[in-house]
């Protein structure tokens, strides 16, 4: 009786998944619950993200600039704790750790913003959700690798991915939808409960795993060594590939904060009520995920087959170039956030995959140390150098905001050549890989 009523929907539920992922029986309710994990996971995120952004304004661009170089050192101290607890603590033991550690903390801010919204406690907050953001996406990809083997992760991340996204619209919306009604405070309480959620649907992962017979053991990254940060810089000193991804990265992260500062410049001078700041950043992620998804289907995988790495990687600079262009004409609040949504859009759809698949050629080695220094150390560093440099821009040299946009151009056009230079490299890379492959076949038949 129970197999009679179970069966309909049990049906409906396999060819769903078939049609969309190839998945086998004993996997699904693994699947299902990595990517019920990673949905709770990014909307948690989500909900605070557009807070922090509000935060953004009240410290100010002066505070801002600072801010960035604050980000850049707890970074640097945050990411050897990070890899510290993982290999130090319990498997079972790390996410219920981290994770009931920031829920914690998220209550904590909200006790506080309750005595009243301060600079300080603004710059506090920005901080933290930065390292919010490092900690808890890293450790879902790291349970991810602990239980999914490299066979099943090609077959099933991309399932597992549609969670996250599914997970970068929900979040937005809840928070532009609840922020009138219940305050920007208590959205932080709102994100606890999507991190709690997100910590049972991990547990309930290691559940579906703990029968099973581990898939990975063989096959898992070896932890990140204490040194793995300077051993990852020498190796991207020592390679000219690796350096010029890492000059990539670093300017494109120089332009990326000169929008988000005059964001919080222009918003904060066009928008006095905490609540209708909030509801704008919210809105502007929502529109920055929908755009994401639909520029995944319809483009990323057009424009990289049949353009290449390169232009797919230098569609970003392009809309850098316009947008700099739109702010220099017209430094207004419909601007500039135009310019910030569709700059998020192509990083998230089509550039950053482009980057990604640029790290495929490198030596394994290289992908967890340089790889890992690229993505610590040279983004966040971008974040450093950007706010100094506009605080040298508009303080010293007392530019306005079109002057700024101006100036910047000639960066939008070295950043636009390195990513063609580094389409080039990685189709010869390619090239080569592919004879020396072929070579290797006919040698031994």
Known sequence: MSRALQSPWHDRLRATLARVVTVEPAERAGLAWSFVYFFCVLAAYYIVRPVRDEMGVVAGKDGLERIFIYVFLVMLAAVPVFSKIVA?????????????????????????????????????????????????????????????????????????????????????????????????????????????????????????????????????????????????????????????????????????TFFYLEQAGIVGGAITDRAERVQLFARMDLTVSVLTIAMQVLLTRVVMQRMGVGIAAGLLPVAALLGFVALAVKPVLWVIVTVVVIERAITFSIASPAMRVLYTLVEPDEKYRAQNFIDTVVYRGGDAISGSLFSVMTKTFAMASAGVA????????????????????????????????????????
């Open 88 to 256: 130090s603590v319990s498997r079972r033991l790390v996410v219920p750790v981290i994770y009931v550690f920031f829920i914690a903390n998220l209550i904590a801010f909200r006790v506080a913003l309750g005595f009243g919204e301060s600079k300080l406690l603004a710059q506090s907050f920005f901080v933290w959700a930065s390292v919010f953001n490092l900690f808890t996406i890293s450790l879902f990809w790291i349970v991810m690798s602990e239980h999914w083997g490299s066979e099943q992760a090609k077959r099933l991340y991309g399932f597992i991915a549609a969670g996250g996204s599914i997970g970068g619209i929900v979040g937005p919306f809840i928070a532009q939808s609840l922020v009138q009604v219940i305050g920007p405070d208590n959205l932080l309480l709102v994100s606890a409960v999507f991190l709690g959620l997100a910590l049972m649907a991990a547990m309930q992962v290691r559940a579906a795993f703990s029968g099973l017979k581990s898939q990975t053991v063989a096959e898992r990254a070896p932890s990140p060594e204490r040194d793995s940060l300077f051993k990852g810089a020498e190796q991207v000193w020592r390679s000219p590939y690796l350096f010029q991804i890492a000059l990539a990265i670093l300017v494109a992260n120089v332009v990326s």
């Open 406 to 445: 101006v100036v910047s151009i000639p960066l939008a056009l070295l950043w636009l050549a390195i990513c063609l230079g580094l389409g080039k490299r990685h189709a010869e890379r390619a090239a080569e890989m592919d004879r020396e492959t072929l070579s290797h076949k006919v040698a031994h038949g």
